[in-house]
């Protein structure tokens, strides 16, 4: 059964950093491409960055270039969202999601995606 659980969300000043980890079951883990995704209410869920299983594809949102860096762990079957310099407009609660199989595609489509987690809250304030 898939299982994605994500943790490290919180509460922080702008400027302020975060890792967010995805911990992942053996199975779900061995999926193509994982991903985080964030949403605020109201609104489409929008793609934050992707790393495909062998860590040599790395996509990432304009909005999070250069202040982001994302990371998996093969050994701990987590992957990890690192962000630093957050924005109170990082505000939002993170998901994590993997694709079982290939694709060239990058990710920032959540349709591409077959299994996601509950969600961890991010709120940055100014």
């Known amino acids: 059964q898939a299982q994605l659980r994500e943790s490290g969300g919180g509460f922080v000043q702008s400027g302020g950093s975060l890792r967010l980890s995805c911990a992942a079951s053996?199975?779900?883990?061995?999926?193509?491409?994982m991903a985080w995704f964030r949403q605020v209410p109201g609104e489409e869920r929008e793609f934050v960055a992707a790393?495909?299983?062998?860590?040599?594809?790395?996509y990432f949102a304009d909005s999070v270039k250069g202040r982001f860096t994302l990371s998996r762990d093969h050994a701990e079957k987590t992957m990890y969202l690192q962000m630093n310099s957050l924005k109170p407009e990082d505000t939002a609660v993170y998901y994590c999601?993997?694709?079982?199989?290939?694709?060239?595609?990058?990710?920032?489509?959540?349709?591409?995606?077959?299994?996601w987690g509950q969600g961890t809250q991010v709120t940055v304030s100014s």
């Open positions: 999601a993997v694709r079982e199989t290939f694709t060239l595609r990058n990710g920032s489509d959540p349709r591409d995606f077959d299994y």
């Open positions: 053996e199975r779900t883990f061995s999926g193509y491409l």
């Open positions: 790393i495909s299983q062998s860590g040599s594809r790395l």
